[in-house]
């Protein structure tokens, strides 16, 4: 069994800051690759940030860099999604994700696609006014 669940979400006003955590029930919680995907209303689900075995392998989308930072805790099987500077093109139902891997050494191992991740969590919202 492979489970993740996301909190954290809620309304916040533009210029604020959210801070998401996905906890994660998984054995081998390191051979993971993890990713946060967002996806707005009548919008595909898109890509927001990814974290390698190592905390200091970390890539973003350019919509989010240098506002948004990945971070994990082994001990605690944890990913963590902190957001600043929000704005309302943000929002939206934000995922965690999970992508088994025999690799994580550089930021050419995390996968930006969908269908490369292998478990998903059910979403926590977060809805930013202007």
């Known amino acids: 069994q492979v489970q993740l669940v996301e909190s954290g979400g809620g309304l916040v006003q533009a210029g604020g800051s959210l801070r998401l955590s996905c906890a994660a029930s998984?054995?081998?919680?390191?051979?993971?690759?993890w990713a946060w995907f967002r996806q707005a209303p009548g919008k595909e689900r898109e890509f927001v940030a990814a974290?390698?075995?190592?905390?200091?392998?970390?890539y973003y989308a350019d919509s989010v860099n240098g506002r948004f930072t990945v971070s994990r805790d082994n001990a605690k099987n944890t990913v963590d999604l902190q957001m600043n500077s929000l704005k309302p093109e943000d929002t939206a139902v934000y995922y965690c994700?999970?992508?088994?891997?025999?690799?994580?050494?550089?930021?050419?191992?995390?996968?930006?696609?969908?269908?490369?991740?292998?478990?998903w969590g059910q979403g926590t919202q977060v809805t930013v006014s202007s």
């Open positions: 974290i390698g075995w190592s905390a200091d392998i970390t």
């Open positions: 998984v054995r081998a919680f390191s051979w993971y690759n």
């Open positions: 994700a999970a992508d088994y891997v025999v690799r994580s050494y550089s930021k050419a191992d995390l996968q930006t696609r969908v269908a490369s991740y292998d478990y």
